[in-house]
């Protein structure tokens, strides 16, 4: 099912779907591109995110999630999203390889230059790319820790021709206001009649069942998610 999915698109979301697309096209073709998809909790945020990254053919993919409990622990997020590529960091200038060690507790000193772990990444995720394009997708990125959510937010100004893809889910009542400045895109719910043609692909319901539930979610069977 997700490769049919993949070829067809969500029930419902063909305009997110070809607008994910675009952004796919142009990191192929050498251009960086940055993402904030927001929307209310359950809307289908994460069945987008799955879209992009079945559709991702040959490109490397980095994923994380935010995760409510570790909004504390500073770096948390970011680590989760730059351990798969750690090994291009011997390539760093030193500097940076020397903040991005000490958020990540690879060595003792003291707290690192926010500055220098910004460049730092920025730097990470660039040397990643070689011959095919970096996508990179945080979903739940409303419960970043705070230093990570910054330091992605300084990489997402920053990206040019690196093709690298970097996509955030957003929820719409977040704990804090998050990536605000950056491109969106809104997430609203299906209408009446996409919610009915989703309802049918699950199969056969009761039609008093089926005419309480107008559900908002992404055009994914079987699961809302995001």
Known sequence: MGRDRARTGLVG????????????????AGQSGVLVVRG??????????????????????VRAAGVQSEMELSYAGLHQLCAPLLSHLDDLPEPQQNALRAAFGMRSGHAPDRFLVGLATLSLLAGAVGDEPLVCVVDDAQWLDRVSAQTLEFVARRLLAESVLLVLAVRESGPREAFTDLRELHVRGLSDRDSRRLLALTGPLDRRVRDLWRTPCAGAIPRCAG
């Open 40 to 61: 209310e909790a359950g809307i289908g945020k994460t069945e987008l995110l799955n879209y992009l990254i079945e559709r991702a053919v040959g490109c490397r993919i």
């Open 13 to 28: 979301r063909r305009n997110e779907c070809q607008y994910l697309d675009h952004l796919l096209a142009e990191a192929r």
